[in-house]
């Protein structure tokens, strides 16, 4: 793996602008230790020894985003550490796998990001790809919204549609 840190300046514009959506995603983004992972295809979040997060983005992945995606992309890395999705790992649940966590956990902060915090999905050029409640559901008319992950891992267990 071969980690290349993000200049100060990159890490002060974006920080500059994630400060519209909420001041933790701000903090977050300045402590985090941030760099371009040229073997990720997406993004990830995960700790150092020390305990802080590292934010890894894909080089690629992030030079063909919108600065709109951008900052979805570091708010979404953003909560996975503010919900503890490191030690949430659904082994309590029955049928759970790393994906169907992975995905349920992708609901919530989606859902989140874009209820809370002035994101529109469709700003976010391949929405339909990503993790939300109408594309990981058949009957998504049937789930509700704003609950927790374990809510979301358990539909997706028994009634989730995902092949998607």
Request: proline share 2%; glycine share 4%; hydrophobic share 40%.
């Amino acid at each position: 793996m071969s980690l290349t840190p993000f200049t100060k300046d990159d890490i002060m514009s974006l920080g500059n602008k994630l400060e519209d959506y909420h001041t933790v995603f701000y903090t977050f983004w300045e402590l985090a230790g941030v760099f371009y992972d040229d073997d990720c295809p997406t993004a990830y979040v995960k700790f150092s020894r020390d305990g802080k997060p590292i934010v890894a983005v894909g080089t690629e992945f992030w030079a063909n985003l919108t600065l709109r995606e951008k900052l979805f992309i570091i708010c979404h890395e953003c909560l996975h550490v503010i919900l503890h999705h490191d030690i949430r790992k659904g082994d309590d649940i029955k049928g759970a796998t790393p994906k169907l966590v992975n995905i349920a956990q992708d609901i919530v902060i989606n859902e989140l990001i874009v209820d809370a915090f002035g994101f529109d999905r469709i700003d976010i050029r391949n929405w339909k790809n990503l993790c939300w409640i109408d594309t990981c559901f058949k009957y998504h008319q049937l789930i509700a919204r704003n609950e927790t992950y374990s809510y979301y891992l358990e539909k997706l267990i028994h009634e989730g549609d995902t092949d998607n």
